[in-house]
């Protein structure tokens, strides 16, 4: 199954680099660029690992043969006329994180006219030693654009809950999971959980700790595939996880 890291260890590893990116700019600032760059490439390469370690599909023996395939999703789910304002939300909400990015190049340079100073002054008269006052400089202003950046995003995530939805344009059912797309695995766990709409053709597996974890499934066999996703043990979601 395709994850995110729990908010947890995102929160966990935000912290930490914060702090290591702190260090770098306080005592090294010569070298903060290039370790900032090379920061960026780790942990993109990390996700990237991760993600394919978590979608890796199962040997053919393991699954066994299919129990329902599906074709031709994607064109079925452009019949659904509701779902063009679904997607609509989704590229809403994506665009809005993606413009919190910018972001970053607008608060840095306003908190270092207006709000560096005063810091820097107050911490000096506290705390005696100019070097820790130099690392907390630092360490305040990059908690204070993550702070921002993070209630941002929250707000956004808020307003377009429930927005992220994959849309398979084919998939085959298996008693351990689904693969879409002949590229991803998504394993029948007990954190899924279903919904589903007859009249508009799909059955929709959902997340029950990540709430933008969405797959829907188009096929104009809904009936048979509900039927299917129940004989295997995933329950239907409740009202609070909808």
């Known amino acids: 199954m395709m994850k995110q890291p729990s908010r947890k260890t995102s929160l966990l590893i935000s912290q930490i680099s914060i702090l290591l990116i702190s260090l770098v700019t306080a005592f090294i600032p010569q070298y903060y660029i290039y370790i900032f760059i090379l920061y960026f490439i780790i942990i993109m390469a990390f996700m990237f690992r ?10 053919k023996k393991e699954l066994g043969s299919p129990l329902f395939k599906e074709n031709n999703a994607i064109k079925i789910a452009m019949l659904d006329k ?6 609509k939300k989704q590229f809403t909400a994506s665009m809005s994180l993606l413009l919190l990015t910018f972001l970053v190049f607008i608060i840095f340079p306003l908190y270092r006219q207006f709000v560096f100073i005063p810091v820097h002054e107050l911490l000096s008269s506290i705390i005696g030693d100019p070097v820790l006052v130099n690392f907390l400089d630092f360490f305040i ?4 654009v993550f702070g921002i950046l993070s209630i941002l995003r929250f707000f956004i995530m808020g307003k377009m809950s429930g927005a992220h939805i994959m849309l398979p344009q084919n998939f085959m059912l298996y008693k ?9 695995f998504i394993e029948l766990t007990s954190d899924l959980c279903y919904k589903y709409d007859l009249k508009r053709h799909f059955v929709e597996l959902r997340s029950r700790t990540n709430k933008n974890f969405r797959v829907r499934l188009y096929t104009d066999s809904a009936s048979e595939l509900l039927n299917k996703v129940r004989d295997l043990g995933v329950a239907e979601c409740a009202e609070e996880e909808v």
């Open 50 to 59: 991760s993600t394919r370690k978590m979608s890796k599909i199962p040997p």
């Open 82 to 87: 509701l779902l063009t304002a679904e997607l």
């Open 141 to 144: 202003m990059y908690e204070f």
């Open 176 to 184: 351990r999971g689904i693969i879409a797309n002949d590229r991803f």
